[in-house]
């Protein structure tokens, strides 16, 4: 009998994995909107280290017949360090069997099923000719986010803007480097002075920082009629990156309504100034048929489910 696979960073990397993973993002979606899977909250340790938490989350996927447990810590500090702000791992497991098929990198899983999620959400809400990407913050999951809407939209042009400026300019080398646009041309970068400059104007906007605080780094004012947006950062459940003025006359999309109103921070503050309802909450599963109003602006606020690791993982074990 054989062992595990192990699936290293290498092995998730292209964008035809990548749309593999939004592939079975939306089947997995789909299921948990119509009631057929469920997502587990995560389970998150605390100890004495401040702002530090160790967190496991574990979700089974019926149509796929597989299991994924997925181990992780988060340490905020880490990047100042040169280290990786995620560590962990994930084991995908065969329901029938019982075996263990695969362990992943969990940081790097983490990363692609973020940034894949996004893509989906892009992939449903944003205009079909989105050219203009602008990025708010300069780490992983930026990059994931660039790697994912590049592969839905044929995006010619990024502005990134990033309060740490040796990242900023690390992160626009790669984007260079890296980042294809239509007919395999690379895209124009602009590093940006501030967050206003790098959104106005944008088609798709992203902000992927790691954020505690309550301020916004994004106002509604400074988003164009009709872009979409990706909320993907923020550090705990009441973190904001965009103002949640923005969610007021916006589609607002989220992975599940009852895990945004637990965790996402622009959401509860939104419901909590009358600005939305629970109603106004659209969930990703329920749009894989369609159903966004064109030329309205859209707000995808992610949170992050054990599922989309369970999917993810799967849709990348079948590639190896």
């Keep these: 009998m054989t062992g595990p696979v192990s699936i290293g960073a290498a092995d998730m990397a292209g964008p035809d994995r990548l749309v593999r993973v939004m592939d079975a993002l939306a089947e997995a979606f789909a299921d948990l909107s119509a009631g057929r899977t469920g997502s587990p909250s995560r389970t998150i340790v605390p100890h004495s280290r401040p702002q530090r938490e160790l967190l496991a989350a574990t979700a089974v996927w ?3 017949g597989v299991g994924s447990v997925k181990i992780t810590t988060l340490t905020p500090d880490n990047p100042e360090r040169g280290l990786p702000l995620i560590h962990g791992l994930v084991v995908l497991t065969d329901l029938d069997t019982g075996r263990v098929t695969a362990l992943l990198d969990g940081a790097e899983l983490t990363a692609v099923r973020t940034g894949a999620v996004a893509g989906l959400a892009t992939r449903l809400c944003a205009p079909e000719d989105a050219a203009e ?3 708010v913050g300069a780490g992983v999951q930026a990059r994931a986010a660039v790697r994912a809407v ?14 740490t400026a040796s990242r900023t300019d690390t992160f626009a080398r790669w984007v260079r480097d890296t980042v294809r646009g239509p007919a395999d041309r690379p895209v124009d970068v602009s590093v940006c002075g501030g967050a206003e400059e790098a959104v106005a104007g944008a088609a798709v906007v992203c902000t992927t920082t790691s954020t505690g605080d309550r301020t916004p780094l994004v106002a509604a004012e400074w988003v164009a009629p009709g872009a979409h947006v990706n909320i993907i950062g923020g550090t705990h459940e009441d973190a904001v990156e965009v103002d949640p003025a923005l969610l007021a006359d916006a589609f607002v999309v989220v992975e599940q309504r009852a895990a945004a109103l637990e965790e996402a921070g622009e959401v509860r503050a939104a419901l909590a100034d009358g600005l939305i309802g629970r109603d106004d909450l659209h969930e990703l599963g329920t749009l894989t048929a369609g159903g966004v109003p064109v030329g309205r602006t859209s707000v995808f606020r992610c949170v992050g489910m054990a599922i989309e690791d369970t999917a993810a993982a799967a849709a990348l074990s079948e590639t190896v």
């Design 62 to 64: 019926e149509r796929r």
């Design 133 to 135: 990407l602008a990025v």
């Design 150 to 163: 590049s592969a839905v939209r044929p995006i010619r042009s990024v502005r990134v803007f990033s309060r």
